[in-house]
Each structure stands twice: as C-alpha cells, then as structure tokens.
C-alpha cells in the first residue's frame, strides 16, 4: 500500500486570502488526484495531476482558482485561492495504486485538510 | 462512467450480519465494482472488488449476480467500529480515465 500524508491536517482562513496544501506519498506514482468533500457530503473530484503535465480540471474547476503543482512522482499542491465560506470543506488528495502497490486498481487517500474560511 | 444508487443510510446493532446493496443498471462490460469505507475525519479506504458472482476478503464479501445490474456488499457480524460512510463504484480497472467518481454512500449506523 501507499501512506499519503497532508500537510496542514485542518486550518482557519481569512476570506480573500489563499491556502496551499501539501501532498505527501511514499512511493513513486503516475497519477494523483484531488478531491473536495463539503460536509456531510460525498467526494468531489477537482483535478487529475500527473507529474511533468498540467492538470486535468473538472467542470466547476478552474485553475485560477485551484492551482495544482507536480513536480515529482511523490509530492503534489493544491492552492485554493482567494478563498470565501464557501470554500470551506475537507480536500484530500489520493493516488492510484496498481502494480506493485494493489493487485486492483484502488486508489489510497490522504487523512484530508479539514478547511474553514470566516 | 455508470451510475450507482444505494441508500442513503442504515441502522444495525453489534454482531449483526449488514448487507448493502448497490445497483447500476448502466454498468458496462469493462467495469469492476469496487467499494469504499470512510471513517470521519479520514480519506476513503478500499474494502472490495469483484467483477462478477463473489469475493471474500477478511473484511466483506462482495455478491455480484449473473446480470451485474446490482451488488450486495455483506459486513458479517459488525461491531461499533464499522459505523462509517461506505460508498460503491463502478468503472473500468484498466487504462483511460481512472479517477473515481463517488456516490452519496451509505451512512451506516452501528448501535450497541
């Protein structure tokens, strides 16, 4: 399996300002995502990055608003900018495991960066 | 990618055996169904995965039938521990788009 940490676990923001959350594995993988869960509700998928690309955003996504780096196999940043209330959720990012990792095509998510915009 | 509908939420108590059953009518012939668990305050974790009839781990089993238009994921004798959110998906294992795309999940309550 993949141990995945993320850096800060929760944090309180002022409105207008921007937060960058650190994505941290320990294995060398292709493909890592970032997902946004409001609360009480399901996962939401906000981007695909792969190292040495840009990143693939979903509707509602835009990269201005949600910057994505990908420097290396292990490590990815999601920037959430100019943030509001309604930004705040719990994002977590998550990497696919197959092959050496998982005999199935899973993925392993981070613990989640628990966000609170005032 | 299919659609998953399963219910919003369940109630149990300790040692009882909890089957959750997810359908996808629209599931293509590429597509495994694999299921999901989340405790608060943590990312999913993987449970299970099959294609088609059944699969046991030391965790669940998963009972797939002929049609593949609906899965049952059976928790054998849950304990409070098992109280969490669990979610089903369905989507092909193999290459193309591999981001998963959640449901609402099933919020299990587990009672003493």
């Known amino acids: 399996s993949a141990v995945i940490s993320q850096k800060p676990s929760r944090d309180i923001c002022q409105r207008g300002t921007s937060l960058t959350i650190q994505c941290q594995v320990d294995?060398?993988?292709?493909?890592m995502f970032w997902y946004r869960q409001q609360p009480g509700q399901s996962l939401t998928l906000i981007a695909t990055a792969n190292q040495g690309s840009e990143a693939t955003y979903e509707s509602g996504f835009v990269i201005d608003k949600f910057p994505i780096s990908r420097p290396n196999l292990t490590f990815s940043t999601l920037t959430v900018s100019n943030m509001s209330p309604e930004d705040s959720s719990i994002y977590l990012c998550s990497v696919e495991a197959s092959g050496l990792l998982s005999s199935y095509n899973e993925q392993f998510f981070g613990p989640g960066t628990r966000l609170t915009v005032l | 990618l299919a659609k998953t509908t399963q219910p919003i939420s369940m109630d149990s108590y300790e040692g009882q055996e909890v089957n959750i059953t997810c359908s996808h009518n629209?599931?293509?012939?590429?597509?495994?169904i694999t299921w999901y668990q989340q405790f608060p305050s943590q990312g999913p974790r993987f449970i299970i995965q099959?294609?088609?009839t059944k699969v046991t781990n030391e965790v669940a089993s998963l009972f797939i039938p002929a049609d593949r238009k609906s899965s049952t994921l059976s928790l054998p004798r849950v304990s409070l521990s098992d109280t969490a959110v669990y979610y089903c998906?369905?989507?092909?294992?193999?290459?193309?788009?591999?981001?998963?795309?959640f449901g609402s999940g099933t919020r299990l309550q587990v009672q003493p």
């Open positions: 998906l369905v989507g092909d294992r193999g290459g193309g788009r591999r981001a998963l795309t």
């Open positions: 629209n599931i293509a012939t590429n597509d495994y």
């Open positions: 099959g294609y088609k």
């Open positions: 294995s060398q993988v292709t493909m």
